[in-house]
């Protein structure tokens, strides 16, 4: 319901003679949004498709090392990582008083959640959770660059990879009618 209430609020001030521009990055930066968006969709869909400890009811599956595979392996906060990947750059392209205070927003609840969720899941599951958190990251590639994980590209492209994608696809081509801007260079 606040999802709701956020986007009609974000479109009726997106309208607005008030709505200022704070600031432009440049088509470049606008330009880019095809790629970006493919990434945060990619850890974001495939994230809330797989047992993860820091998913609301998941808390167990920190125990099953097992568990520690695909986009896990990239950040033990995928779908979060893809919101902030999404909502930085919607912030990033869209520099008007809207745009910031909505895109800011989610930028903010997830980016500071993946540290509220770890906090609270190292509370509840102690041992169990350092452990898999000794192997996981939440700063994404962190634990592969780390070398506390390795980073198996075939893990990620199984079922949940192509939904992610079929879903990104509807989406980008389905943007221009659903949000009235097209994600597209040159429009």
Do not use: C
Not at 61 to 85: M, S
Not at 128 to 145: E, G, I
Request: hydrophobic share 55%.
């Amino acid at each position: 319901m606040v999802l709701i209430w956020l986007t009609i609020s974000y479109n009726a001030a997106s309208m607005s003679s008030e709505n200022m521009v704070l600031y432009d990055l440049g088509r470049g930066v606008r330009d880019s949004g095809v790629l970006v968006i493919a990434v945060a969709f990619l850890l974001g869909v495939q994230g809330l498709l797989m047992p993860n400890p820091t998913s609301v009811r998941h808390g167990a599956a920190a125990a099953k090392e097992a568990n520690i595979k695909g986009v896990l392996r990239i950040t033990r906060h995928p779908f979060l990582w893809g919101v902030i990947i999404w909502s930085a750059f919607h912030l990033a392209a869209n520099g008007d008083l809207a745009s910031v205070v909505f895109f800011g927003t989610f930028l903010a609840v997830a980016f500071f959640g993946t540290f509220s969720i770890d906090a609270k899941r190292k509370r509840k599951l102690g041992s169990v959770w350092d452990s898999f958190a000794a192997k996981t990251s939440n700063v994404p590639f962190a634990a592969v660059a780390g070398g506390r994980s390795s980073l198996h590209l075939s893990e990620s492209l199984g079922w949940r990879f192509w939904l992610a994608a079929a879903v990104f696809a509807a989406i980008l081509f389905a943007h221009t009618t659903l949000f009235h801007a097209s994600p597209f260079p040159n429009g």
